[in-house]
């Protein structure tokens, strides 16, 4: 029991650093990406990637039943969540005219009004 218990430990603190460097990397894209869209691409998916391998990670570090529940109901709302984060912010940056970068796919929204926008 005690080799299960370790290498779910392993596993489970291997999930975290692998969380925490999601984080360490969207927190770079956050600081070099061109604009407000791609930056906030870079968030919403560090917050429900990330997030996801922590909780997974505390899961494995500590099994019971309780801890699963709680770990798989924090992370389908964590991902639920960030996801219509993510989409509510950018509707909000396009609907403020901030500029898209050079690099950015606007295509979609070139056919647009503003007012079809709202």
Do not use: C, N
């Amino acid at each position: 029991m005690t080799v299960l218990l370790t290498v779910m430990d392993v596993l489970g603190h291997g999930l975290a650093i692998a969380g925490a460097l999601v984080f360490a990397v969207a927190g770079i894209g956050l600081v070099t990406l061109p604009d407000p869209y791609t930056r906030i691409s870079a968030v919403a998916k560090a917050a429900g990637i990330g997030v996801a391998f922590v909780v997974l990670g505390v899961v494995l570090m500590d099994p019971s039943w309780s801890t699963a529940a709680a770990g798989l109901l924090a992370i389908g709302l964590q991902l639920a969540t960030s996801a219509i984060g993510g989409i509510a912010i950018g509707r909000a940056a396009v609907l403020s005219g901030h500029a898209f970068g050079e690099a950015t796919d606007r295509s979609a929204l070139d056919d647009l009004e503003m007012g079809d926008r709202a």
